[in-house]
């Protein structure tokens, strides 16, 4: 019933950017904590970037500076806005409602499709 659905990945060169949407249903979106994770092949499926159903938000080390998250009640998005993007950065993008803090993979609902990031020269 909850599900989630992710856009905006694409194929970009270092130091491009780009604009992540997360559209939810099934929910009260307005007062859930969200967050964007991502898995490059062989790592873990981990949290980068949470917003709180207030606002603030918490990003990991590696992305702090670079990547911006958002929400819009009215619409039922979260939105993740990267900018300077690494090769490192290359992952599939997820969104859903966190559980644990930046850094871990436990999340509330099932997992959505997800949208993949390209980042090369």
């Known amino acids: 019933q909850v599900q989630f659905v992710e856009s905006g990945g694409g194929s970009v060169q270092p130091g491009g950017s780009l604009r992540l949407s997360c559209v939810v249903s099934?929910?009260?979106?307005?007062?859930?904590?969200m967050g964007w994770y991502r898995q490059a092949p062989g790592n873990k499926r981990e949290l980068i970037a949470s917003i709180s159903s207030g606002g603030g938000a918490a990003y990991a080390e590696s992305v702090k500076g670079r990547f911006t998250i958002s929400r819009d009640n009215a619409k039922n998005a979260v939105y993740l806005q990267m900018n300077s993007l690494k090769p490192e950065d290359m992952a599939a993008y997820y969104c859903n409602r966190h559980l644990g803090p930046i850094g871990t993979t436990q999340v509330y609902y099932a997992w959505g499709q997800g949208t993949e990031v390209t980042v090369s020269s």
């Open positions: 099934g929910t009260t979106f307005s007062i859930i904590n």
